[in-house]
């Protein structure tokens, strides 16, 4: 027997929320199989303080974006009281989007800093490296020939390398920063807010799952020769690289002591900088078109980065891009289904009175 709606409201978690459940749950059995555990809690607190820090960020950069924004609209509107009627009857003094985002924002932050700790720590949990068999990929899906190699005479223009620098190395972090808080306040409907933030938790709890499962160090790391005459216009990835190498050698060389941990540590497969910003593209569609295009042109820049860096495989790139397109439309219906527990069957179209109508 269906309970009713409201009841079901105030009784059930959140879509996201047994996401971050399972998560704990992985983290849990992590710290059991993890040597010297006072290294890890370091990691692991230090992963928690950096993603909150990137919340907090993120949700007052939106803050302040959408109060300028009702500012210049009441300016030019030349109405002194507009901007405060503008803001009341804006989202931002939704308490029940407040609310959500609180609850998606607190799961985000439980699955990521588990997705942290064992990012770190995935050559201690699975020793075994699939470098060879994602080489051997490569070259099937560029018949016979490498499609890193013709991605790196495609881009060879030393400017044109400047900007997927740029683009792979500080947009991708940007996004990070600003994406759940956008998702969160800005969606138009709570199916939307639920759905999105719901699918970044799959996303990186799947990720981090397949990232112990294949280990992989990615192709620069492992033919670096082939990247040096590109790497040379690209200093930002160049540090960045330097940086992930000490974390591989620290984690390879004292797995059960103490070892560098700056940006999470070195994995190929899949690309979850293509993913996140796949589910992010799919998402935005909803939202504003023009912001949809211009994160589709951001993806085709990230895709190519992911290959002229040299940190990623084309199987990687195309593993992360189906991954975060999954892991949108499966959260995206769990939330419909949470949001609307009734059966579904000889349900016709919704009159404009009827209180099921889409909301």
Request: hydrophobic share 55%; glycine share 6%; with cysteine.
């Amino acid at each position: 027997m269906t309970r009713p709606w409201g009841l079901r409201k105030r009784a059930v978690l959140l879509p996201a929320e047994w996401v971050a459940l399972a998560a704990a749950a992985c983290l849990a059995a992590a710290l059991t199989a993890l040597p010297n555990l006072h290294g890890v809690f370091d990691i692991f607190w230090k992963s928690a303080l950096m993603t909150a820090t990137a919340f907090g960020e993120g949700a007052l950069a939106v803050i302040l974006v959408s109060t300028a924004l009702a500012w210049l609209k009441a300016h030019s509107q030349a109405k002194s009281a507009s901007m405060g009627r503008q803001l009341r009857s804006s989202s931002l003094a939704d308490i029940g989007m407040w609310t959500d985002f609180l609850r998606l924002a607190s799961a985000l932050w439980i699955v990521l800093t588990a997705y942290f700790l064992v990012k770190t720590s995935i050559h201690i949990l699975n020793p075994r490296v699939f470098d060879a068999w994602l080489w051997r990929s490569d070259q099937w899906l560029g018949l016979g020939h490498d499609p890193k190699l013709m991605a790196l005479h495609m881009f060879a223009w030393p400017p044109l390398l400047h900007a997927l620098d740029v683009v792979y190395s500080v947009v991708y972090p940007l996004l990070f920063t600003f994406t759940p808080p956008l998702l969160a306040l800005l969606s138009p409907t709570r199916a939307l807010r639920v759905g999105a933030l719901t699918g970044f938790c799959l996303l990186w709890v799947l990720g981090g799952a397949l990232y112990v499962a294949f280990p992989s160090w990615g192709p620069v790391y492992t033919r670096p020769a082939q990247f040096e005459a590109a790497l040379q216009s690209m200093p930002i990835t160049v540090y960045v690289q330097t940086e992930l190498f000490q974390e591989l050698k620290g984690v390879i060389q004292r797995p059960a002591g103490p070892r560098p941990v700056r940006f999470g540590g070195v994995a190929a497969f899949p690309s979850l900088h293509l993913a996140v910003i796949i589910l992010f593209t799919l998402a935005v569609w909803r939202i504003s078109r023009w912001w949809f295009w211009l994160s589709l042109a951001i993806s085709a820049a990230m895709l190519a980065g992911s290959l002229v860096t040299g940190y990623h495989y084309l199987m990687d790139s195309l593993a992360g891009i189906v991954l975060g397109a999954t892991c949108y439309v499966v959260a995206l219906a769990w939330a419909d289904r949470w949001l609307d527990p009734e059966p579904r069957e000889n349900v016709g179209k919704a009159s404009p009175g009827d209180a099921r109508a889409p909301r």
